[in-house]
């Protein structure tokens, strides 16, 4: 089975957006979505990395149809790959 992670965040503020957008909704249904939202913020973060991929980091520099890696001395990688050290190249100023 595949393991999938989720933003906590994320979560919380879906089951929060249910309740403000469902005015209909009963007391009991509201009280359940508010028990679960606190469940879900009380639920232990998994010790996860986003990952990096080369064709997305900043040590990367373009082939045909690889990339190499100047970080690790232009070892032949692929646009798939990624590694413990790889960090997001910046976009437009942005992340």
Known sequence: MKTEYISRE??????IAKE???IENDFAFNEGLIVASNTVAEIPAADVVEVVRCRDCKFYVA???????SLMRFYLTYPGDYCSRG???IKDGKG
């Open 10 to 15: 994320a979560a919380v503020k879906a089951i």
């Open 20 to 22: 403000k957008r469902e």
């Open 63 to 69: 082939g045909r149809d690889r990339i190499d890696c």
């Open 87 to 89: 960090e997001r190249r």
